[in-house]
């Protein structure tokens, strides 16, 4: 399964509609269609989605929430319930009489569930949540399944006023379905979809190691060429964690976060974040990191992009959403629709750089900085009303 668009409409944080697309918006070159993925092809035209996605945005804009935004929409479509997912705070604000729309346009083979011969189909769900009782549920529910033919074009991608309803939730048994599970759950198991969501929002502000296994040597090697290995080894009752420095004795820890003491903040969030990335690169799954340079420099952080960019190692389209400050990392990319533009102005939204800027050759970092993209650098009034505290302040004292 492929996630290719994901619109909601209500939640209280927001302006009005999200909306964020995770396909190419711009024309695809056949130089930069080898960075990308491709998902299907009609025989007649190739459709690419982006394997990286960024939000830019200054303090406060809401980057944070939108990555959460897509973290809880990942989760929903892999069958968790709804009021377990680790970012359903998305969701607060709704009150009992309010509802939040989800729709998710995705690509899946369909083999069991309404078969289609030939690439698979284009899905949409459609879902509906409000709250009861302190208790999110979904009270409507319907998917829609079209096939990938030769009349698919780009324009009418995500156009099913036409198609009819396949499944609802009055479908499924309701005795088996909870309320707050969608009807993914049903499509899912007959067609033995899963998605691989690894979110590593909860690591942005606590940077301690989460591995389960020796760390690459590779790896390793990369961050902190002094480290000789890093292994885990398992008894009945527990587990040592080993580290050997080059030319030192062995080191035997208890706890993953004694290993603070050892290795550099940014050893430690490498390890995971590249471990992570490993496992999406072997099923295409989703990497979701907030402030991606934090711990890192610049050329680290070029690197991971650079690797999910890469088909020789994301050799299954893997996709990588991150947040970021430093509008230097949007000059990684040649193409503009990788990037979305964050801003808080009585609401959450997020605009995705192609519908601003036109052409590709315009050094994007520059037009962040300079403010021509519109409220993507603090405000003139709010940095003259600090210089006059400070300088007041100063006097007083």
């Known amino acids: 399964m492929i996630l290719l668009k994901l619109c909601v409409s209500g939640l209280p944080l927001f302006q009005g509609k999200c909306e964020i697309d995770f396909m190419a918006q711009q024309r695809v070159t056949e130089e930069n269609a080898e960075q990308m993925a491709r998902v299907f092809s009609t025989g007649l035209q190739d459709f690419h989605k982006n394997n990286v996605l960024s939000f830019i945005g200054i303090n406060a804009s809401g980057k944070t929430t939108l990555l959460k935004l897509i973290s809880f929409s990942l989760g929903l479509l892999n069958n968790e319930p709804i009021n377990t997912i680790d970012c359903v705070e998305v969701l607060d604000g709704v009150i009992e009489g309010n509802q939040v729309v989800f729709e998710f346009y995705f690509y899946a083979k369909n083999g069991s569930t309404y078969p289609f011969d030939g690439n698979g189909a284009i899905n949409f769900l459609q879902t509906t949540i409000t709250r009861r ?14 096939p990938v033919d030769k009349t698919m074009r780009k324009k009418n991608l995500f156009d099913f006023s036409s198609v009819e309803i396949n499944m609802s939730r009055q479908h499924i048994n309701s005795e088996f379905l909870l309320d707050d599970v969608s009807i993914m759950v049903a499509f ?65 820890l208890k706890q993953l976060s004694e290993l603070n003491r050892y290795l550099s903040s940014g050893t430690i969030k490498g390890i995971n974040v590249f471990l992570s990335a490993m496992n999406t690169f072997k099923t295409g799954g989703y990497l979701v990191v907030d402030e991606l340079e934090n711990h890192f420099n610049r050329e680290i952080v070029s690197t991971i992009i650079r690797f999910y960019m890469d088909p020789k190692v994301n050799y299954n389209g893997a996709t990588l959403v991150f947040s970021t400050h430093y509008p230097e990392l949007l000059d990684e990319f040649e193409r503009n629709d990788n990037i979305y533009i964050v801003r808080n102005r009585q609401g959450i939204t997020a605009e995705n750089l192609s519908t601003i800027l036109k052409r590709n050759d315009i050094k994007k970092s520059e037009a962040y900085q300079s403010d021509f993209l519109e409220g993507t650098v603090p ?3 709010a940095y003259i009303g600090l210089k006059k505290s400070l300088i007041r302040n100063g006097k007083e004292d």
């Not at 979904?138 to 998917?143: Q, S």
């Open 379 to 381: 405000a003139y009034d």
């Open 188 to 252: 899912n198991k007959r067609n033995k979809e899963e998605l691989l969501l690894i979110d590593m929002l909860q690591y942005t502000n606590d940077n301690h190691l989460n591995i389960s296994e020796d760390c690459p040597l590779e790896l390793i090697a990369f961050f902190d060429p002094s480290v000789e290995y890093l292994k885990l080894k398992s008894t009945d009752t527990n587990t040592d964690i080993c580290l050997k420095f080059k030319g030192k004795e062995e080191i035997i």
């Open 133 to 146: 009782k302190n208790k999110f549920v979904i009270i409507y529910e319907t998917l829609k399944s079209k």
